[in-house]
């Protein structure tokens, strides 16, 4: 399956890219987390991009596109995969597809995490991660089993740079402007499923699972 997991910050997609995942023996690639593992290694990609993450604003349009062609070349992302975070705009929707295109495949399903915004910032502010593995947790809906420690590797959480109120709203304005058209694009294809993502954890998994299953 070739899936796309589109919805606004904290709609619960880096959640659910692992289940899917394991499930359906795909890739997954979430832009923003090769976006946060190259600012961290400080390679050119990553101190270019920096700022405009930690201002909650969208890195170029080239950056991020020449960063999903580099990644779907892997051999394990050619069987299907699961873009988390991208394309997130209409000019990052269109290079996706003509890439497809030039391999005679497309996109099976867009699942739209759809959320009220009110919802968000507790589930923002709340969040901590750890990094290598991309293991999310959060202190009131997901706590890990010792405060502030991954459960599988015993090694501390983080909280993200830009998961503050103040950012939250940079980056709800910029889905708003720049995403939700790209919504609008694959709901002409046709190929659009809508999720409560307001639901626990468990529901939308199993959300999840009737759609891909239909
Ligand atoms: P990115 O990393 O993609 O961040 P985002 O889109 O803002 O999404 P989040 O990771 O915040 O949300 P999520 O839906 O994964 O939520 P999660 O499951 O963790 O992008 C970061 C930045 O990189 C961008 O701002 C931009 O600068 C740049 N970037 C990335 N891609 C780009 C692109 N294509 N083009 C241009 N720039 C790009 O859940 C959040 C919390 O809620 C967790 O603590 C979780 O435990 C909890 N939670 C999850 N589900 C539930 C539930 N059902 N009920 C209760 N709590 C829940
Ligand atoms: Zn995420």
């Known amino acids: 399956k070739r899936l796309i997991l589109v919805g ?9 890219s692992p289940l899917i995942k394991d499930e359906y023996c795909l890739c997954h690639l979430a832009t923003g987390d090769m976006l946060r593992a190259a600012v961290a290694a400080k390679t050119p990609l990553g101190i270019k991009a920096k700022e405009t993450m930690e201002k909650g604003e969208l890195v170029s349009d080239d950056l991020v596109v020449g960063i999903i062609d580099e990644a779907m070349k892997k051999p394990s992302c050619h069987k299907g995969f699961i873009l988390d975070g991208f394309p997130r705009t209409v000019a990052q929707a269109e ?16 699942l739209n995490f759809a959320i009220d915004d009110s919802i968000l ?3 923002i502010t709340g969040r ?10 959060h202190t009131k809906f997901a706590p890990p089993k010792v405060l502030g420690v991954d459960d599988v590797t015993g090694e501390p959480l983080i909280q993200r740079k830009d998961d503050t109120a103040a950012v939250l709203k940079s980056r709800l304005e910029a889905f708003h402007k720049q995403t939700e058209p790209v919504i609008d694009y694959y709901a002409k294809k046709n190929v659009v499923a809508e999720l409560k993502a307001e639901k626990s ?11 891909l299953s239909s």
């Open 8 to 16: 606004p910050p904290g709609s619960g997609k880096g959640t659910q």
């Open 95 to 110: 290079k996706l597809d003509d890439m497809l295109g030039k391999q005679g495949t497309k996109i099976d399903k867009v």
């Open 121 to 123: 910032e507790e589930r």
């Open 128 to 137: 901590w991660i750890h990094p290598s593995s991309g293991r999310t947790y």
């Open 201 to 211: 954890p468990k529901d939308v998994t199993s959300d999840v699972q009737k759609v």
